[in-house]
């Protein structure tokens, strides 16, 4: 129910600006979607993806060609155009909320999970879920990470068989976003305190993941795109276009001000409190994770929709608030939905 409720009160915050709050992340020239009429097939695309970089949106330019991939595959089925893709923005932020529940719930508890429920329906950060093709990504990545959290605690050939699915989920993100290369810090977060703790799938899980997003690379790689490559010239694009322009005197200090007012003034709170350390790893993981893309300078700005890879688990840290205190806990996820309809009624965003 929790994963429904963020999806439908994401998309309930969209639609305050009628159909076009819902299309025009997806419909927009610098997205995605306009490049559908102007990339070469599938196996091409990849193929040359590198050399012919400058053709394509400035959202493609800025990303692996992974999700251009997925936008193809739905054009081939006759879903090609903008409705079915907000659509598909519209069902990841569910499998996001999703994702990571059931993270909280194979990691902590079933408690923690029911006390962070209602705080995931209705972060602010959700507001730019529905309108950009980012809440894909980080449901992939929360679903990867739900996987590997499922395999680190069981054993035997059902720890293989969850280290593979993360793997596999958690290399295609490396093929959606080249942020999902610091997200990765959370799953080694999770591994490392896994080791510690005497985790009985530990060594299983982390080989078949590894194994498998090695296969992954080696298949785009074989395909015609490496990885490395693709980051490199991304980065370049990058700095040749509005980078150099937005300094990072300035958006060192706004990206983790944007950071703040996504994550709501419950998560803020709930960072001070918490204190499960199992809880920590979590929490502390999508810090790190966050902390790492603010330093690499490859955000400056737009971390509002860029940023929901980590947003989520930090968010998480909230569930501290939540308690015996019915009236509290309803207050603070008040809070935390009335932030989100300040925004969207305040702000002029593309997303």
């Known amino acids: 129910m929790s994963s429904l409720g963020s999806g439908a009160f994401a998309l309930l915050l969209a639609l305050t600006d009628g159909a076009d709050g819902v299309l025009h992340g997806a419909v927009h020239p610098s997205e995605y979607l306009a490049n559908l009429t102007t990339a070469p097939p599938a196996g091409e695309f990849v193929r040359t993806f590198v ?3 400058d053709e394509y949106s400035v959202h493609v330019r800025g990303h692996p060609p992974g999700f251009v991939l997925v936008l193809k595959a739905l054009d081939s089925v006759g879903l090609g155009d903008g409705w079915p893709t907000a659509l598909l ?3 990841a932020t569910m499998a996001l909320t999703a994702g990571v529940l059931v993270t909280v719930w194979v990691t902590v508890d079933a408690d923690w999970m029911r006390r962070v429920a209602p705080l995931l329906v209705v972060p602010p950060y959700v507001l730019w879920a529905v309108t950009s093709g980012d809440a894909v990504f980080a449901a992939v990545g929360a679903w990867g990470v739900a996987a590997c959290a499922f395999g680190l605690r069981t054993s035997g050939w059902r720890a293989v068989v969850a280290g593979a699915v993360g793997g596999l989920l958690l290399a295609s993100l490396l093929f959606l976003a080249y942020g999902g290369a610091t997200f990765l810090l959370l799953p080694l977060t999770m591994a490392v305190s896994a080791r510690r703790s005497g985790a009985p799938g530990k060594a299983r899980t982390v080989a078949a993941a590894i194994g498998v997003a090695v296969a992954v690379t080696a298949a785009f790689a074989v395909a015609g795109f490496w990885w490395f490559a693709g980051a490199a010239e991304t980065r370049l694009q990058y700095w040749a276009g509005t980078a150099q322009f937005r300094t990072w005197t300035y958006f060192g200090l706004a990206n983790l001000a944007v950071a703040l007012v996504a994550l709501g003034p419950a998560t803020f709170a709930g960072l001070t409190r918490l ?10 993981g ?3 994770a966050l902390l790492a893309s603010h330093l690499s300078q490859y955000s400056r700005g ?3 929709r860029i940023w929901l890879l980590f947003y989520p688990w930090i968010a998480v840290a909230g569930g501290a608030l939540i308690g015996s205190s019915r009236l509290r806990s309803a207050a603070w996820v008040g809070m935390q939905a009335a932030g989100a309809i300040v925004l969207q009624a305040a702000l002029v965003s593309k997303w």
């Open 286 to 288: 999508g810090l790190v």
């Open 302 to 304: 737009e971390v509002e």
């Open 51 to 53: 050399e012919r970089i």
């Open 89 to 91: 923005s519209v069902a």
């Open 275 to 284: 204190r499960d350390r199992r809880v920590l790893v979590l929490v502390g």
